[in-house]
């Protein structure tokens, strides 16, 4: 789940999708929640559309992506935390990015749904907000 608040300097705006979804013709699909600074995020997901299917520790990342992060879950379920120029695994039950991040992961951790949690993160923190989606795997 995810908002779709963006924020520039004082200015907020309601932007596309933050959360989206891939796949491939042999059926893996990831799912991508990205966050940070707007021009890097879009900069970053091209570059992802061309190179997700490469296994992450192969993965030659020439530009960083300033001030911009990804969580990337794929369906055999690996997650990685992606942050300007590095992948990490995530080993944990849920995970959360963004200003809102603290936030969701209490509210996860005492049993809220990723809806509930980005609903909470709305309500507690100034630059999450103006709508939610949500996306799971088919």
């Given amino acids: 789940a995810g908002d779709r608040k963006q924020v520039s300097g004082n200015l907020a705006y309601k932007s596309s999708a933050k959360i989206f979804k891939m796949h491939n013709d042999e059926g893996l699909q990831m799912l991508v929640g990205i966050c940070g600074d707007s021009n890097s995020c879009e900069k970053f997901v091209a570059w992802l559309k061309k190179n997700w299917q ?43 990015i963004g200003s809102g991040s603290a ?3 209490g509210a996860m951790a005492f ?23 949500v996306i799971e795997f088919n």
């Avoid at 309500?123 to 999450?128: E, S």
Wanted: charge should be negative; proline fraction near 3%.
């Fill in 54 to 96: 490469i296994p992450y520790k192969e993965w030659n990342i020439n530009a960083k992506f300033k001030q911009s992060g990804a969580i990337l879950v794929y369906s055999t379920g690996l997650i990685l935390e992606f942050w300007e120029s590095a992948a990490y695994e995530v080993d944990d039950e849920y995970h959360a």
């Fill in 103 to 105: 936030i969701a992961l």
């Fill in 111 to 133: 049993g809220a749904t990723p809806r509930q949690a980005v609903e909470i993160a709305c309500k507690h923190d100034r630059n999450t907000g103006m709508g939610i989606d």
